[in-house]
């Protein structure tokens, strides 16, 4: 079975930067996709940015051009590059995949436990 795992969150002051990672693990699978998603307390989950296989990416109007989002296809690990962080980027980040496992038919969505990123003064 695959599973996704994060890490890379942390507390961090306005204007600072985090590096977020997620790796999927598990044998015989194949990646569509993978991106990150992010629930502040009391609002819906949110795409963040998302990235293909083949590298086409896609982001939030609310984080172009200080958030960039690239993936290693050889370590299976996708990575989200935050930088100019405000306070309302606080939230839970949640690794997200598009994996189709070799003993199945159909792609099926993966979601990592979540990493906690708080930006404060």
């Known amino acids: 079975q695959v599973q996704l795992v994060e890490s890379g969150g942390g507390l961090v002051q306005p204007g600072g930067s985090l590096r977020l990672s997620c790796a999927a693990s598990?044998?015989?699978?194949?990646?569509?996709?993978m991106g990150w998603y992010r629930q502040a307390p009391g609002k819906p989950r949110e795409l963040v940015a998302a990235i293909t296989s083949g590298g086409i990416t896609n982001s939030a109007d609310s984080v172009k051009g200080r958030f960039t989002i690239s993936r290693d296809n050889a370590k299976n690990t996708v990575y989200l590059q935050m930088n100019s962080l405000k306070p309302e980027d606080t939230a839970v980040y949640l690794c997200?995949?598009?994996?189709?496992?070799?003993?199945?038919?159909?792609?099926?969505?993966?979601w990592g436990q979540g990493t906690q990123v708080t930006v404060s003064s």
């Open positions: 598990g044998t015989s699978f194949s990646i569509y996709a």
């Open positions: 997200h995949a598009v994996i189709k496992e070799d003993s199945s038919w159909y792609m099926a969505d993966y």
